[in-house]
């Protein structure tokens, strides 16, 4: 297998329920993020994890929880979310250089309902 | 406030015709620009990217310009052909945020026969 690949495609999950959404890379990178991607509105950046390490997260809900184990794989834990929340789930993974632009590789997203 | 915007939510060209995709950015610390091809349903793929020191850059079919003084990027895609319509997604990071890709929310072009 080679690039990002996102398990599951589709998720339904009751606002009761504890869910995770999986990603995985083949591309050797160095960073992870997730994104949401509401209907008609630019893709929303959750968390970075660079070398393992939590780097970023922009104000997201803790009923949202990241787990970054190595840096093949990247987890979004998911509990007692909201309709709201229904959404593509984005994985992404990056070569952090340190270089000015890099860029970024897409899964193929996980399309979660929540109902 | 949106620091990276895409004004026309659709573009309907015809096959064989120039595409032009306009992405207009507010942060003067931006230095790097990246165009993104996107599906219904899926993750972006990377098409294209230029850096603030260049003013072009071109790979086959797709040309992306870029005019500092103007805050202002263009994708040209010539001859546009049927498999090019999709939704094309700009995005630009800033010097020391390489993590901090800000994206626009998309154009989608429409290729007629």
């Known amino acids: 297998e080679t690039g990002v690949t996102q398990t599951p495609r589709h998720l339904v999950m009751g606002m009761t329920n504890k869910k995770s959404l999986k990603c995985e890379q083949h591309?050797?990178?160095?960073?992870m993020y997730w994104y949401k991607q509401s209907a008609k509105k630019p893709l929303e950046l959750m968390f970075v994890y660079s070398l393992e390490e939590r780097v970023e997260n922009n104000s997201v809900p803790s009923r949202f929880s990241p787990e970054c184990p190595n840096s093949s794989h990247l987890f979004l834990h998911l509990h007692t979310l909201q309709p709201e929340d229904s959404a593509l789930y984005l994985c992404?993974?990056?070569?952090?250089?340190?270089?000015?632009?890099?860029?970024?590789?897409f899964g193929q997203g996980t399309r979660l309902t929540v109902v | 406030d949106q620091q990276v915007k895409q004004n026309s939510p659709s573009l309907s060209v015809q096959e064989g015709r120039i595409s032009i995709l306009n992405c207009d950015y507010t942060n003067s610390m931006f230095d790097y620009f990246l165009w993104y091809k996107k599906y219904p349903a899926e993750g972006p793929t990377f098409l294209i990217s230029i850096s603030s020191i260049k003013d072009k850059n071109e790979d086959g079919r797709f040309t992306v310009f870029l005019n500092k003084s103007a805050k202002h990027l263009s994708l040209h895609i010539v001859p546009s052909q049927p498999g090019d319509s999709a939704v094309y997604v700009c995005?630009?990071?800033?010097?020391?945020?390489?993590?901090?890709?800000?994206w626009g929310a998309g154009t989608k072009l429409i290729i007629k026969p």
């Open positions: 591309l050797g990178h160095n960073a």
């Open positions: 995005a630009a990071s800033a010097l020391g945020s390489n993590y901090q890709l800000i």
């Open positions: 992404a993974s990056s070569q952090d250089s340190g270089l000015p632009g890099t860029e970024a590789f």
